[in-house]
Antibody, heavy 118, light 111 residues
Framework: EVQLVESGGGLVQPGGSLRLSCAAS????????MHWVRQAPGKGLVWVSR????????SYADSVKGRFTISRDNAKNTLYLQMNSLRAEDTAVYYC???????????WGQGTLVTVSS | QSALTQPASVSGSPGQSITISCTGT?????????VSWYQQHPGKAPKLMIY???KRPSGVSNRFSGSKSGNTASLTISGLQAEDEADYYC???????????FGGGTKLTVL
């Protein structure tokens, strides 16, 4: 059974940092591109970042470029999102999601809440 | 990286059919047959309902169907049931630099 389990969320002050993790199981993690998608309270889904299967290529939404870094450890079957210089507008539930060959997100984690507030 | 345009809300009675539109541009929806649709119940993770515009993953009811014309994709739900009440999001591949873009979401109310 495919499982994606996020962790690392919490309350952080503006300007602070946080690292999210997404532990994958039930599939060959190293074969899939992975994404982070976020959802602010009461708002819609917003794409955040993507990494290819071997970690050699990444991309970011303009709103997080230069502040967030996506990475992965295929030996540990884990996806990461390092978030620096956090702002109030980064407050959201962060989901990791697996993308398949049709560019659709076929599996999602349960999400982890990040709250940026003083 | 502008979001795709969806109506904020739609509603229908049990047994009826509804359609949710998703309008993009020639850089995303219009250029690729790679639109997907997601259902999200409150407090839950999104669930894939349609991929590649019109294909259903295993286990998704055939009451859900998708189509595309030009820069607009559509999700149709026939034979509405109470359990269909949820938020629905479209998503399109938008090229190697932008990756993917989501719609703003549509709240479906089953009356």
């Amino acid at each position: 059974e495919v499982q994606l389990v996020e962790s690392g969320g919490g309350l952080v002050q503006p300007g602070g940092s946080l690292r999210l993790s997404c532990a994958a199981s039930g599939f060959t993690f190293s074969s899939y591109w992975m994404h982070w998608v976020r959802q602010a309270p009461g708002k819609g889904l917003v794409w955040v970042s993507r990494i290819n299967s071997d970690g050699s290529s990444t991309s970011y939404a303009d709103s997080v470029k230069g502040r967030f870094t996506i990475s992965r450890d295929n030996a540990k079957n884990t996806l990461y999102l390092q978030m620096n210089s956090l702002r109030a507008e980064d407050t959201a539930v962060y989901y990791c999601a697996r993308i398949d060959s049709s560019h659709s997100f076929d599996y999602w984690g349960q999400g982890t809440l990040v709250t940026v507030s003083s | 990286q502008s979001a795709l345009t969806q109506p904020a809300s739609v509603s229908g009675s049990p047994g009826q059919s509804i359609t949710i539109s998703c309008t993009g541009t020639s850089s995303d929806v219009g250029s690729y047959n790679l639109v997907s649709w997601y259902q999200q119940h409150p407090g839950k993770a999104p669930k894939l309902m349609i991929y590649e515009g019109s294909k259903r993953p295993s286990g998704v009811s055939n009451r859900f169907s998708g189509s595309k014309s030009g820069n607009t994709a559509s999700l149709t739900i026939s034979g509405l049931q109470a359990e269909d009440e949820a938020d629905y999001y479209c998503c399109s591949y938008a090229g190697s630099s932008t990756d993917v873009v989501f719609g703003g979401g549509t709240k479906l109310t089953v009356l």
